[in-house]
């Protein structure tokens, strides 16, 4: 049955559309975001970033004092004022402000300056040379992490030649020590003894990533919260002695039985704000088998089901669920005629955000079940942290933008399996993102960050560069 349009749907109709009207106004406070000549910026960002690729700051020993060297001089160029923070003078930090009217917290956007070190014989190039071939910058740092230094560095000589009036400081940061850091020379020492140059209301830096294929962005991850290490040692003791006498308590026995029991348990799953949102919006974009079982994680009957065939054939997703429990070190032992009274083995345990840890190793300890074998925390290397929020200016900045540069693309938030120096700031309470430039899954898996060779192509650079200054000018620029 059809009904007729009452007097007060109709009035509710005129409404709608006025207030549809009013939406399509332009927006008067809108922010005066400057226009970029992007192809005119290429020759600059791509000098930079070749530069700062070719100062080898392999960590150990880091050497990071070079690159805010070369930091430190470009900006000085332009008028932007950077102090240095070092703990160690050849490993320095460097942070550069832009002040704003004030009227919002600041914005901090960061990238570490060192690189890992490098198998020379495996590169086919000089691996600090950033040589063009083949339409890509090759070199150690070419995605983790210089492209974000030089993006980064770029929205900073942007934002001062364009002379707009800001909301908030817009903070840069370049840190030193985020590879390898035994002695707390970056994050840890900004964080500790620098907060306040670095106290921002959110923060952009690496752990995002985007997935190109066929020429196109289909996806955009933006990290917004990780796993934490809560590493543990397994300590099995019993009764030493000669290897002809077998014995019952042999803690090597006692210890097997205990690793095969945690490595093959399949700690109970729970979904936080990103992780459901990623999964949801994950099947919306996947082939319909794989797209039910992503459902069935987010329906509490059926998730059950599907933990197998994630172990077995997605273990990031696996890990994605749970806190994970991996053993990854195994010792003991003496001789081979003599039964050890010890042995051990180390657990890489990585928790989800807000497990409650001490339980958890309850739980460890019922499902072991062996009173032969100690469970021993290792102290944690990074501070706990809740997740980042979906509903922040920044976050959902960054998936508008990515959405009008990347037509069709699905933006998920994602929580990272490794750890990432965003737990210091997030534990803060800094809202901190992650994001990165777009690669093939093959360049992922063949030149990605940490491998034997790396390698960006130059469009994605220049691509990536434009959408980190598209979100972060507009968060940072009074509207
Ligand atoms: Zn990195």
């Known amino acids: 049955m059809m009904p007729t349009l009452g007097p007060s749907v109709h009035k509710i109709l005129i409404t709608v559309?006025?207030?549809?009207?009013?939406?399509?106004?332009?927006?008067?406070?809108?922010?005066?975001?400057?226009?970029?000549?992007?192809?005119?910026?290429?020759?600059?960002?791509?000098?930079?970033y070749r530069a700062l690729v070719q100062i080898d700051s392999s960590s150990p020993p880091g050497n990071e004092t070079k690159v805010t060297d070369y930091l430190k001089k470009v900006l000085d160029a332009e008028g932007i004022p950077s102090k240095t923070f070092a703990l160690d003078p050849n490993r320095a930090n460097l942070v550069a402000r832009l002040k704003g009217n004030g009227s919002k917290r600041p914005l901090l956007i960061l990238a570490h300056t060192d690189v890992v070190p490098v198998h020379r014989e495996k590169w086919p190039v000089d691996p600090f040379g950033a040589v063009m071939k083949d339409g890509y910058i090759w070199g150690r740092g070419t995605i983790d992490d210089k492209d974000k230094l030089v993006a980064m560095l770029t929205i900073m000589l942007l934002v001062k030649r364009s002379g707009a009036v800001l909301d908030r400081d817009l903070i840069f940061l370049a840190e030193a020590g985020e590879e390898a850091d035994p002695h707390g020379v970056g994050i840890n020492f900004m964080v500790d003894r620098h907060f306040d140059e670095i106290d921002a209301e959110f923060a952009v830096t690496e752990g995002g990533s985007a997935r190109l294929e066929d020429g196109r962005v289909t996806v955009v991850q933006i990290g917004t919260t990780e796993k934490l290490p809560k590493r543990a040692r397994l300590v099995a003791t019993g009764t030493a002695g000669h290897g002809s006498v077998p014995r019952v308590d042999n803690a090597v026995v006692h210890l097997a039985a205990a690793v095969a029991k945690v490595g093959?348990?399949?700690?109970?799953?729970?979904?936080?704000?990103?992780?459901?949102?990623?999964?949801?919006?994950?099947?919306?974009?996947?082939?319909?088998?794989q797209a039910a079982r992503y459902r069935a994680l987010l329906d509490p009957q059926r998730a059950k089901d599907v933990q197998r065939y994630l172990a077995e054939n997605e273990p990031a997703h696996y890990s994605?669920?749970?806190?994970?429990v991996v053993p990854t070190m195994l010792k003991g032992g003496v001789g081979m005629n003599v039964i050890p009274s010890e042995v051990e083995a180390t657990l890489d345990i990585r928790a989800l955000p807000g497990e409650d840890i001490g339980e958890f190793f309850n739980q460890m300890g019922r499902v072991i079940n062996d009173p032969a074998i100690k469970i021993v925390p290792i102290p944690a290397t990074r501070p706990e942290a809740p997740p980042s929020r979906l509903d922040t200016e920044m976050f959902l900045t960054l998936e508008s933008v990515a959405k009008r540069l990347y037509p069709g693309v699905t933006v998920l938030p994602s929580m990272a399996t490794g750890a990432s120096d965003m737990a210091q700031l997030r534990a803060r309470g800094i809202q901190s993102y992650g994001i990165g430039p777009a690669v093939t899954e093959a360049d992922r898996i063949d030149y990605g960050a940490h491998g034997d060779v790396?390698?960006?192509?130059?469009?994605?650079l220049y691509k990536f560069v434009e959408f980190a200054w598209t979100a972060i000018s507009a968060v940072a620029i009074k509207k």
């Open 454 to 460: 790396e390698r960006l192509s130059e469009a994605s």
């Open 320 to 324: 994605m669920l749970r806190t994970s």
């Open 264 to 289: 093959t348990w399949e700690t109970p799953m729970h979904l936080n704000e990103t992780t459901r949102v990623y999964f949801e919006r994950l099947a919306a974009m996947s082939p319909p088998d």
């Open 17 to 48: 559309s006025i207030a549809l009207v009013w939406l399509a106004r332009p927006l008067s406070s809108a922010p005066q975001i400057p226009s970029i000549d992007w192809d005119k910026q290429k020759a600059e960002i791509l000098q930079h």
